[in-house]
Every structure is written in C-alpha cells, then in structure tokens.
C-alpha cells in the first residue's frame, strides 16, 4: 500500500502529537497519513458547523483514488458517514477505536447535558478528557439524530474494530449493532480489557500496554491487507 493516503479522524478533544505519533506509524507501513482540521477534535472543542458539514470536509481532504481509514471515537460517525457513500469502493480498508456510532445512546451525548451558553451554543464537559465542548445548536441536532448503525449495510471495505469491553462512554450494544449490519466480507470486532481511550474505567488513567495491543492489531491488520 505504498503512498495509499489514510485518512485519520480522531475522537473529541484530541491531542495533535499523539496522533502525529499515530501518523509516523502508518508513514512505516507505507501510507500517506491526511489529518483534516476539523473544529470537534482541537482544544478547545468549538464547533460551529454542522456534522454533516464536518463529514464534507474530512471526505474533501481525500484525493481521488484509494485510500484507508483509522478513526476514533466521534471520528468514527466522520468515517461512517464517508464510507457509506461512493467513495466505499474506493477504501481499501479502515480500523475503528472505540467507535461512537449511536450518540443519543452515549452519556456525553445526553440532550439535557448541554447548557445553552447564548448565541445558538451549547456547553458540556467530555467525560474521558475533562475538557469543555462548545457546539452549535446544529451541530448537536445533527448527532443527536445520528445512527452509524442504519448506514453499515452499505459499508462493504474491510473494516477492524477495536472496542474497550469496559467502556462507559459510548454504547456496546451499539457498536455490535453496527458491526453486525456491516456489509464487509473481512471485518473484525476485538475486545480489549479497558474503558473508553484506552483508560482504566475506574480511575481515567491511560493504560499504555493496551494502546500498544491496539496498535499491534491495527498495523497487523494493515499490513494483513497487502
């Protein structure tokens, strides 16, 4: 897969280096890493578009031809709403990390969390970060309204999920829903023994031995596909 772009959509409130890290492991593994700017994963989170809006601009990032995908958490709603269109065809292959798929079933994404902060915004804190999110009333509407599962069917590139078996954050039963709607000859769901971010569900400390077993899987799986 020399050269293949991967398009990388990280989860809400993410640090730039650690996926600049994740980009220097897909550059070994041959791929052209793309990390769009989309207001949802800087900090702070202040996101005045829409989600759907958010979706056309990650997929404008894609030049034409094939191309992979790693998302995380909300990155993975971005990459849902992409491959369920035409450039389906064009993935070669995509991993998910603790994916959202469903928000109206995620405790972040509890309508009456969001407190009005004027101006047609919103405010709540992330759970897994502790960091403050401001979206606009669109924004919010749009996920709230969100269901990855009801677009699997016409995702059919082979896809990995990587899910924490002790996550809080989002919604398993969900993430098994999607997964099993999936339209993928090869797709792949692992749990891992960890909570959401790959954190100790009980005290929200980083669990680094088992970020290293999800990158393992992932590079496995990439290079799995030639």
């Given amino acids: 897969m020399r050269n293949v772009p991967i398009l990388t959509l990280p989860g809400f409130s993410s640090e730039?280096?650690?996926?600049?890290?994740?980009?220097?492991i897909f550059r070994e593994l041959g791929?052209?890493?793309?990390?769009?700017e989309l207001s949802y994963w800087k900090k702070p989170v202040f996101a005045k578009?829409?989600?759907?809006?958010?979706?056309?601009?990650a997929e404008s990032a894609l030049p034409s031809g094939r191309f992979a995908v790693f998302a995380s958490s909300f990155g993975a709603i971005v990459a849902s709403g992409i491959l369920a269109g035409e450039r389906n065809r064009d993935c070669v292959g995509a991993v998910f990390w603790n994916p959202s798929v469903s928000p109206k079933e995620s405790i972040f994404w509890e309508a009456e969390k969001w407190a009005p902060v004027g101006d047609d915004l919103f405010?709540?804190?992330?759970?897994?970060?502790?960091?403050?999110?401001?979206?606009?009333g669109k924004f919010l509407e749009e996920t709230l309204l969100w269901d990855s599962a009801g677009l699997a069917g016409k995702i059919s590139c082979p896809l990995l999920i990587l899910q924490g078996k002790h996550d809080k954050v989002i919604s398993i039963p969900a993430v098994e829903r999607f997964f099993r709607r999936l339209s993928s000859e090869k797709k792949e769901l692992v749990f891992l023994d960890s909570g959401h971010g790959w954190r100790n569900p009980s005290t929200g400390e980083k669990l680094p031995g088992i970020e290293k077993e999800a990158i393992r899987r992932t590079v496995e799986f990439f290079r799995e596909l030639g």
């Fill in 123 to 136: 405010r709540n804190i992330h759970p897994p970060t502790g960091e403050e999110a401001i979206l606009s």
């Fill in 31 to 36: 791929f052209a890493p793309i990390l769009p």
């Fill in 49 to 57: 578009e829409g989600l759907l809006e958010t979706i056309a601009t």
């Fill in 16 to 24: 730039r280096k650690r996926y600049s890290e994740r980009a220097e």
